[in-house]
């Protein structure tokens, strides 16, 4: 299965999940504590967000002015995206997956998985698809 059937049927399955999940909360806790912890899933990862957002921002900026590639500031960055888009959906699973990836020692566990699954791999010189050469700015 490539990668688009995955999101097709992540996209499909997904509503169906956080509906169930969400009527068994209803009937387990009641309408007020699900309500309850929702609002506070959200509001907490809408703070991660934010914070974790910044310190991305700056990091990636640190690294260009130094004049270095900022892939791991980078995969960090769309790690937090990621978790920003799945606030988005409500219901329980997709704001567990959003904490995931907006709580620092959980992104890291999961960025070192996918740098080790191949999953993204930063070129390194002698790699195919890297191209080493120099460059002169004129101003």
């Known amino acids: 299965m490539n990668t688009t059937q995955w999101l097709l049927l992540a996209v499909i399955c997904l509503p ?3 509906i169930y999940f969400l009527i068994q909360m209803i009937s387990g806790l009641g309408l007020l504590l699900t309500l309850s912890l929702l609002i506070g899933a959200a509001a907490l990862g809408g703070y991660l967000l ?3 957002g910044w310190q991305t ?7 260009l002015q130094r004049g270095e590639l900022p892939a791991e500031a980078l995969l960090n960055g769309s790690l937090i995206a ?3 888009g ?3 959906f409500p219901g329980f699973m997709s704001d567990l997956m ?3 990836c907006l709580l620092p020692f959980t992104r890291k566990w ?3 998985y996918l740098i080790r699954s191949g999953s993204f791999k930063p070129f390194t010189p002698g790699q195919p698809g ?3 050469g120099e460059f002169k700015r004129d101003e």
Not at 57 to 63: E, G, H, R, S, T
């Open 86 to 88: 799945l606030l988005l």
């Open 82 to 84: 990621l978790g920003g």
């Open 57 to 63: 921002w700056m990091k990636v900026n640190d690294a």
């Open 50 to 52: 934010r914070n974790q």
């Open 130 to 132: 890297y191209l080493e």
């Open 98 to 100: 959003a904490l995931i």
């Open 16 to 18: 169906v999940i956080e």
């Open 110 to 112: 999961l960025m070192g």
